[in-house]
């Protein structure tokens, strides 16, 4: 069984800055791509922000530039570091990993159970 907690969220005003961890869990036999999606109310789920197991990173054009994604030195953590915070970046953060549970068995998708995000204006 593999999970992705996820910690950090919470309430900030326009212009500041918040870091959130995910740290993946359990019978994990390797870990490909980790990283972080978003959902606002009404809106589908998008990309934030996804590493790879070599550190290459892809993020798209709405938030590059304010937010940085990096992995943790035992490679089953990923954090996103978000400044310049804007009211549109208000959303529930979701973790994301692809995993193997062995060396036979193919990659999944993950996800955490989700984190508020609240940016005021």
């Known amino acids: 069984q593999v999970q992705l907690v996820e910690s950090g969220g919470g309430l900030v005003q326009a212009g500041g800055s918040l870091r959130l961890s995910c740290e993946a869990s359990?019978?994990?036999?390797?870990?490909?791509?980790m990283g972080w999606y978003r959902q606002a109310p009404g809106k589908q789920r998008e990309l934030v922000a996804v590493i790879d197991s070599g550190g290459i990173t892809n993020l798209p054009d709405s938030v590059k530039g304010r937010f940085t994604c990096s992995r943790g030195n035992a490679k089953n953590t990923v954090y996103l570091q978000m400044n310049s915070l804007k009211p549109e970046d208000t959303a529930v953060y979701y973790c994301?990993?692809?995993?193997?549970?062995?060396?036979?068995?193919?990659?999944?998708?993950?996800w955490g159970q989700g984190t508020q995000v609240t940016v005021s204006s």
């Open positions: 359990g019978s994990i036999f390797s870990i490909n791509v």
């Open positions: 994301y990993a692809k995993i193997s549970i062995s060396w036979y068995r193919a990659f999944n998708d993950y």
